[in-house]
């Protein structure tokens, strides 16, 4: 099956910026579309990003990252990443890298693989 390990989670300030990785193993990856959820404490799991994996990159973005944040992707070492800039402290959560084939979704239930999470904390 597919396997997704995360890292790169830690603690920063606001405005400061912080990369997460995903690796991604398990099957052909240009069949896949690759994305983030995040979920904070006392709310519910929501969409980040996404972004496919075949041909060239289409990214699609939540409105409250939109500006802020990127989802890079590098072929040759089957890892996405999540370019967090101008960090705020209500983008403390803990971020899920997910997968799913085909086309990319906002929907929680349309992912079949889930890393374990990382931890960002913003600070005041």
């Known amino acids: 099956q597919v396997q997704l390990v995360e890292s790169g989670g830690g603690l920063v300030q606001t405005g400061d910026s912080l990369r997460l990785s995903c690796v991604v193993s398990?099957?052909?990856?240009?069949?896949?579309?690759s994305g983030w959820f995040r979920q904070a404490p006392g709310k519910e799991r929501e969409f980040v990003a996404a972004v496919n994996w075949g041909g060239p990159s289409n990214t699609f973005y939540a409105d409250p990252v939109k500006g802020r944040f990127t989802i890079p992707r590098d072929n040759a070492k089957n890892t996405v990443y999540l370019q967090m800039n101008s960090l705020k402290p209500e983008d403390t959560a803990v971020y899920y890298c997910?997968?799913?084939?085909?086309?990319?979704?906002?929907?929680?239930?349309?992912?079949?693989?889930w890393g374990q999470g990382t931890q960002v904390t913003v600070s005041s």
């Open positions: 398990g099957r052909t990856l240009t069949m896949l579309t």
């Open positions: 997910v997968a799913k084939p085909g086309i990319w979704s906002t929907e929680l239930r349309k992912y079949d693989y």
